[in-house]
């Protein structure tokens, strides 16, 4: 769309890899994914069939090529990958992603513990025919990793051939990167940002709050992920300046100086 007003940050656009937004299922209907098609397709890059609703919902298959048809990528949750390795079951996920026609998928281990060395093996094996995304961190709060492990995870696990990897949050927002009241854990993301290049991450940010906290310290083309699919809208307007909470982001300190001077007033 184009626009006159000035001083919106210049956004990406797919296929990209920056800006990229992860959009969470958590069991849409097929005219529900058609409205979220119909009115954000062009701003959502991966959609991620959440946990392991894909075992649970009706026209699963039709509603992915619905999806990659809009050219989104989609992919099982994690959790789902974790429920078929548990189970000595890898080649079943394998046949059962294969069936729907997805290309993608997470390798993760925030439920169950996967050794990193057998983890990276995993990512290289399947690398070769999936476009892989790993998850880092865990999914039960109370359990800390520090930052060096983070950043070294994150790191062996983009060599081993990940496109993209993922901080670890849930959909509640509360673990991995953020303290459990939701406040990031700002230490941690500065540490794991000096090992670790910006782009090669997804921040999981399933609160507003956490969206327009990633925005405001790193612009409007950082990676996000766990977004509801009610959200992509309301995300845009944060990563371009028309929302409340990143509304003096982008713009010139002149101009930003003299609104808040008239707000102020």
């Known amino acids: 769309m184009n626009s006159k007003l000035q001083f919106l940050p210049e956004r990406t656009t797919k296929p990209r890899e920056s800006g990229i937004n992860m959009v969470m299922d958590k069991g ?33 298959k039709e509603k992915v090529k619905l999806y990659r048809d809009a050219g989104i990528d989609v992919y099982c949750g994690g959790t789902l ?3 078929f390795y548990i189970r000595n079951a890898l080649d079943d996920y394998l046949k059962f992603i294969d069936d729907l026609g997805i290309t993608c998928l997470e390798v993760s281990d925030g439920s169950m513990v996967i050794q990193e ?15 892989v995304l790993s998850e880092v961190g865990s999914k039960e709060e109370g359990i800390l990793i520090s930052p060096s492990k983070w950043t070294s ?7 081993a051939g990940s496109w993209k990897v993922i901080a670890e949050a849930r959909e509640s927002g ?43 310290q790193f612009g409007a083309n950082v990676n996000l992920g766990n977004i509801g699919p009610w959200d992509v809208i309301p995300l ?10 990143t509304f003096f982001n982008f713009l010139p300190k002149s101009v930003a100086k003299d609104l808040k001077q008239v707000v102020d007033s």
């Not at 230490?187 to 709050?209: F, H, Q, S, Y």
């Open 117 to 131: 060395e057998v983890k990276c093996e995993i990512i290289r094996k399947l690398s070769a025919n999936y476009k």
């Open 28 to 60: 849409l209907s097929l005219r529900q994914s058609e409205d979220l098609i119909e009115v954000a397709a062009d701003k959502v890059d991966l959609l991620k069939l959440g946990f392991g609703t894909s075992m649970v919902t009706p026209n699963l």
């Open 174 to 216: 509360n673990v991995g990167i953020y303290r459990p009241n939701g406040s990031a854990h700002t230490a941690l993301i500065k540490m794991i940002l000096t090992k670790v290049d910006m782009g090669d991450i997804i921040w999981e940010t399933p609160k507003k709050t956490q969206q327009a906290w990633f925005i405001q």
């Open 153 to 159: 995870m994150m790191s062996m696990e983009l060599e």
């Open 236 to 245: 845009e307007t944060l990563r371009l300046g028309l929302r409340g909470d």
């Open 81 to 83: 990958f974790e429920a």
